[in-house]
């Protein structure tokens, strides 16, 4: 009788094209970059039945008490970060204010800063010490458009309603916790700090800025432009509804927009009009009809139209559709992508419209680091779980409820540490996934979100500035630090992360999905944001303003006037 896992195996191996004896090194041949994730894990004999986590990696020390100490003298500080960022609430690309109070932050506590990282004005890069290893925290600080929500409300109430007679809108709001992501990260990196200090270790610390990470856009055009060069390793986190280590990959993801240009119109006499808005629908539906045999399983696509128009009665004569094309490894996304892109010119012919298709970002699948987890694992273990108190659990079970979802409160446990599933059905995608696939990566999740609630909900902006938010933000910081320490002041610990990462990349060559010469999408800045981080406008190789697109089609035809009928 099969096992799960077996049975998961050759789930996996089909759809790969394999046969069910295939081992590691045709799982690699079949795609070498999932192959790093599930072969790599299969050709070490890590099976899910029998995994037990090793206990005893992360080692108490001077400096470990140091950095842990600092961020329970300074919580207060931590949250005051977090609650700032979230307040600004600014969406990504445009995170002026949000950049500011982080790196502020660090330049209080004696980082030095470097504006402009990757040519983004809202990205830096905050260093502290000198040799050693160079250890890089991840943080960001980017909110989502419509998820504004009052703070501690347990029913959708959101802080910015914006009246609009034929159309009501929300502000923007921190539904994925990034408020708590960056200032956690940050206190991580300032409590490492003051153990370097204070222990007198040779160390580095770099604390990655990051902008536009909800678009997929701000670490994709900063690892092509090698702004994350020269790591020993990486710590990252994110806010979840539950709090575990982890080494799973995620999806690899494509990011474009494919804009219709026709020809306007009154919309009581649509003869001749051509439509943009047609033709964006046209592509809709057209994709929809590739989900049944076009699409496998582990893949993903999603789309929102940005500018459908202003008012029934004028045919709209530009109209964009803005596509997220997720898969295991980004020569699947690109398989996917490809037949996207047909759509978009059927939809286009069919339409008589113009097709204007722009890629904005592309991003791998994450690269896991067991050695790694196990490292972060034992940490949190050690550390324990966010402890929340009796309102928090109130508040979470409202919210479970206004969603319609079992009232089970917030989690009060630390998942076990448990390996990747053997096959790959698909998920998530970060920008941070090129990062791993430079230098090893330690990720946790961390609970910030009631059990069972989605990221990119309105009722993760209510608790990202409360209680639960700031439980959770202190656990990750105390998680990351730890973690970090073990990383400088154990190298053998170091070496064996490094080891994997070497063994996993073997025979894998990392490219850029971003085509070279692509131009980011990008914002201005306001001028007292440009004088305070000492930059300029447009950065070096931008064109700016950014060439319009422009309608400048003719009007159709229904054909020779015909003489009236008498």
Known sequence: MLSSYDAGRRRLLRAFGLTAVAGPAAMRAADPVLGASFGY????????????????????????????????????????????????????????????????????????????????????????????????FNAEYDALPGLSQKAGEGSHSPLVYRYDAYGPTYGPGHGDGHNNLGAGSAAAAVAVSKAIAAQGLRATVRVFGTTGEEQLVGKAYMVKDGVYDGLDAFMDWHPFPFTTAFWNTTSALASATFTFLGASGHGANPLGNKSGLDGATMM????????????????????????GGGAPNVTPDMCSIWYFIREGSPARVQTLYDKIVECAKGAAAASQTTLVHKF?????????????????????????????????????????????????????????????PPGYGGGPSTDTADVSWHTPALSALVATIPIGLPNHNWAVTATAAHHIGHQGTLSAARYLAASAIDLITQPDTLAAIQDEFTQRTAGVEWKSMIPDGTQPPLYEPPADFLARTGQHWPPPGVVWPVPEVVAREQLGTTGPALPPVT
């Open 360 to 420: 904005h970002s592309g991003t791998w699948n994450a690269l896991g680091n067991k050695a790694g987890a196990e490292l972060m694992n034992d940490n949190m273990q050690k550390i324990g779980p966010p402890a929340f108190t009796d309102a928090d659990h109130a508040l979470a079970r409202r919210l479970q409820k206004s969603l319609g979802k079992p009232e089970a409160g917030m989690p009060t446990t630390i998942i076990p540490l448990t390996p990747p």
């Open 41 to 136: 894990d299969e050709q070490i004999g890590v099976h899910s039945a029998a995994y037990e986590a090793p206990a005893g990696l992360a080692a108490d020390s001077e400096a470990k008490a140091t950095a842990l100490a600092w961020i329970g003298v300074h919580s207060a500080d931590i949250q005051q970060l977090s609650d700032e960022i979230w307040t600004h609430a600014e969406l990504s690309l445009q995170e002026w204010n949000s950049s500011l109070a982080v790196a502020d932050f660090l330049q209080r506590n004696g980082f030095s800063v470097r504006w402009g990282a990757g040519g983004f004005p809202a990205a830096f890069v905050a260093t502290y010490g000198s040799g050693g290893p160079v250890i890089g």
């Open 284 to 307: 809709a539906t057209m994709s929809e009809f590739l989900r049944e045999k076009n699409v496998a399983p582990s893949g993903r696509f999603h789309y929102a139209i940005v500018n």
